[in-house]
């Protein structure tokens, strides 16, 4: 996962984010949940990207804050939102220059989290529970490891470039065989031309480490926006948790 951050800071990688404006629907509920509160609330948004969740959110909060560990990614923003009293800062959600309680809300959208490595993982939530106030909230999402097989499958197709794709998902992967029984695992997927290697996580798993790292009362959303399904396959899934 090392290259992972080369691929963020990538022209290609910033001018894809850039063009993203829509929230996701499980987004889209995290908002209306925390939004009645947000003009009274701190607001630290990790991995902002090109500023697609600033759209949503950072207009209803009494301060925002953007952070990315890719400088285009800043640059990106602060051209984009200059005309605003948001701020923009170039930083790294393993060691966040903020001091303790400095924020209500914290949010890691599009599957940030998943682009840094197992151990670290568990520094990125230490530092946003540092950096909340005791029952700040905190929303993220994660890759879903109950959509590996789907990932890694071969369906019947005659159309070349799905062949193609899927036979690169394979090389480029564990057999699916070797994921059964783990509670995570390091795979390759299709985004930013595969240039990335994403963490998928258990559900199960990723509520035991939040309840590690001191988080509780954690909802778990789907990608439709409604509260995720005992045993959901979903690509990916949304987690909203308190710091205890």
């Known amino acids: 996962m090392r290259d992972n951050q080369r691929t963020y800071e990538s022209t290609y990688a910033v001018q894809e984010y850039a063009a993203l404006t829509a929230l996701q629907p499980p987004e889209q509920t ?4 925390v939004r009645p509160r947000l003009p009274e609330w701190r ?3 990790l991995g902002v990207g090109g ?9 209803h909060a009494a301060t925002y804050v953007g952070v990315d560990y890719s400088a285009g990614m800043i640059d990106t923003c ?13 930083a790294d959600a393993r060691d966040l220059p903020f001091d303790d309680a400095s924020f209500d809300f914290a949010l890691f ?17 230490g530092e946003t529970y540092r950096v909340l106030r005791e029952g700040g909230l905190f ?4 890759h879903n490891l109950a959509h590996a097989p789907t990932l ?7 159309d070349p470039r799905a062949i193609l794709r899927q036979l690169w998902l394979r090389r480029a992967n564990p057999p699916p065989g070797q994921l059964s029984g783990r509670d995570w695992v390091v795979l390759r997927d299709r985004g930013l031309r595969g240039g990335v290697e994403s963490y998928y996580v258990r559900r199960e798993e990723q509520v035991r480490q939040l309840a590690a790292a001191g988080f509780g009362q954690v909802q778990v959303f ?23």
């Not at 995290?30 to 949940?33: M, N, P, T, V």
């Not at 500023?51 to 207009?59: H, Q």
């Not at 490595?117 to 939530?125: E, M």
């Open 152 to 158: 890694l499958s071969l369906t019947p197709t005659l």
């Open 51 to 59: 500023g697609r969740t600033t759209l949503a959110f950072a207009e």
């Open 222 to 244: 789907q990608l439709d926006g409604r509260v995720a399904q005992v045993g959901a396959t979903d690509p990916w899934l949304y987690y909203l948790c308190a710091r205890a």
């Open 109 to 125: 959208s599009y599957n940030g989290i998943d682009a840094v490595p197992h151990d670290d993982r568990g520094r990125v939530l």
């Open 78 to 90: 602060r051209a984009r939102f200059g005309d605003k009293p948001w701020q923009f800062q170039l």
């Open 43 to 45: 607001m630290l948004d």
């Open 30 to 33: 995290i908002l209306d949940i």
């Open 139 to 142: 929303a993220f999402s994660s």
